[in-house]
T-cell receptor, first 122, second 105 residues
Framework: EMQLVQSGPEVKKPGESLKISCQGS????????IAWVRQMPGKGLECMGI????????TYTPSFEGQITMSVDKSINTAYLQWTSLKPSDSGTYYC???????????????WGQGTTVIISS | EVVLTQSPATLSVSLGESVTLSCRAS??????LAWYQHKPGQPPRLLIH???TRATGIPARFSGSGYGTEFTLTISSLQSEDFAVYYC????????FGQGTKVEI
């Protein structure tokens, strides 16, 4: 069974750092891009950027450039999303997702992680 | 940035009815548009890609149409499990989502 399994919920304070993960299984992880999608409380979906596990090629959505870092460890089929200094506005649910076809960068996404809820509060 | 505008924001419907959701793009997408269903506590579910191709396992009551800047998602004979928020997403220029349409009872 193909799946993306994300790390558990996080509660952090402003200014702290955080790294959440997304592990793929059941398919050839290195040949499918991984996208990160944010949903702030009560709001819609926003694509933050994409990363290609095979060579770590990365593209950030302009509004997220400089705010986050995406990385990957293909030896363990895991993608990461990282913050160095969290803000209350980083609170939300973060999903990793995979395009429906191998090699497609931005595309329709047919496989999603269960989501990681992040709460930033002092 | 490509802006997607969905309408209406909310649709109040009854079981068994058919509904049509609209998604308008600020520039031509050709057919690079997807639709998702999103329920609370669950990840989004891909319904349609390529504007009109149903994803694997999606019931035939979901259909997509459109090209360029105007797209629609039609749900025929609404079932109880269809009440959710629906998003369109473009992928011709990076990826952006519409603001969503909530389909409620």
């Amino acid at each position: 069974e193909m799946q993306l399994v994300q790390s558990g919920p996080e509660v952090k304070k402003p200014g702290e750092s955080l790294k959440i993960s997304c592990q793929g299984s059941g398919y050839r992880f290195s040949t499918y891009w991984i996208a990160w999608v944010r949903q702030m409380p009560g709001k819609g979906l926003e694509c933050m950027g994409i990363i290609y596990p095979d060579d770590s090629d990365t593209t950030y959505t302009p509004s997220f450039e400089g705010q986050i870092t995406m990385s990957v460890d293909k030896s363990i089929n895991t993608a990461y999303l990282q913050w160095t200094s969290l803000k209350p506005s980083d609170s939300g649910t973060y999903y990793c997702a995979r395009p429906w076809a191998a090699g497609n960068s931005y595309s329709a996404m047919d496989l999603w992680g269960q989501g990681t809820t992040v709460i930033i509060s002092s | 940035e490509v802006v997607l505008t969905q309408s209406p924001a909310t649709l109040s419907v009854s079981l068994g009815e058919s509904v049509t959701l609209s998604c308008r793009a600020s520039q031509s997408l050709r057919a690079n548009l997807a639709w998702y269903q999103h329920k609370p506590g669950q990840p989004p579910r891909l319904l349609i890609h390529g504007a009109s191709t149903r994803a694997t396992g999606i019931p035939a009551r979901f259909s997509g149409s459109g090209y360029g800047t105007e797209f629609t998602l039609t749900i025929s004979s609404l079932q109880s499990e269809d009440f959710a928020v629906y998003y369109c997403q473009q992928y011709i220029d990076q990826a952006t989502f519409g603001q969503g349409t909530k389909v409620e009872i």
